[in-house]
């Protein structure tokens, strides 16, 4: 069955502390990795899409690397409205996605 | 907005109820997922429609749970005989292109209590 853990579960920073999430997974045939934002009371939103070992993406403060066995989200001088949880999804050979359990970013000012 | 529109928001039954998530995809989309959302839990994945057609429902338990997608109209998810189990977060999701694509919409959500 595949898998995907992320951690840590929750992750304090201040404002302009820069940190890394991380999303390891066991999959058998890795089609895509997904990163998505959720926002309390709210459904996901899209962020990244990554394919390969080695690709990377970036958006705004946001950095999505990609290794045979885990992802990096990489948050460079975050602000409080980067507060929010960052969900990890891999999608298999079967083509459905497995969402990770989630790490949920607070940013104080 | 022509985002993914789900309603009800919230919703409350009774143990035995019956329980109707409706969930309109975004404009121009043909492709709607359903997944579920439990407190501590990543989201999971229950069925997967197209217009008339139910490509995969792997994900759906065996009993009490239906899903469809008409021709007109919002795609339905029903939840017969409620139990306190059922209690969770439906997320709607929809896509323009097909075979389980990874980049979906989301709804906001339907939150379903059990009592």
């Known amino acids: 069955e595949d898998q995907v853990t992320q951690s840590p579960e929750a992750l304090r920073l201040q404002e302009g502390e820069s940190s890394s999430l991380n999303c390891s997974y066991t999959v058998s045939g890795l089609r895509g990795l997904f990163w998505y934002r959720q926002d309390p009371g709210k459904g996901p939103e899209f962020l990244f899409t990554l394919y390969s070992a080695g690709e990377e993406k970036e958006k705004e403060r946001l950095k999505a690397t990609l290794t045979k066995k885990e992802s990096f989200l990489h948050i460079t001088a975050p602000k409080p409205e980067d507060s929010a949880t960052y969900l990890c999804?891999?999608?298999?050979?079967?083509?459905?996605?497995?969402f990770g359990a989630g790490t949920t970013v607070t940013v104080r000012a | 907005n022509a985002g993914v529109m789900q309603n009800p928001r919230h919703l409350v039954r009774r143990r035995g109820q019956e329980a109707r998530l409706r969930c309109s995809p975004m404009k121009g989309h043909s492709h709607v997922y359903w997944y579920r959302q439990l407190p501590e839990e990543g989201l999971k994945f229950m069925v997967y429609?197209?217009?008339?057609?139910?490509?995969?429902e792997s994900g759906m338990p065996k009993e009490r749970f239906s899903a469809e997608f008409p021709k007109e109209g919002p795609s339905i998810l029903r939840i017969q005989q409620v139990v306190r189990g059922d209690s969770a977060a439906y997320f709607c999701a929809s896509s323009r292109a097909g075979t389980y694509t990874g980049e979906l919409f989301f709804g906001e959500g339907s939150r379903l209590t059990v009592l």
């Open positions: 999804a891999v999608q298999a050979r079967d083509y459905k996605l497995s």
């Open positions: 429609l197209q217009k008339e057609n139910i490509i995969d």
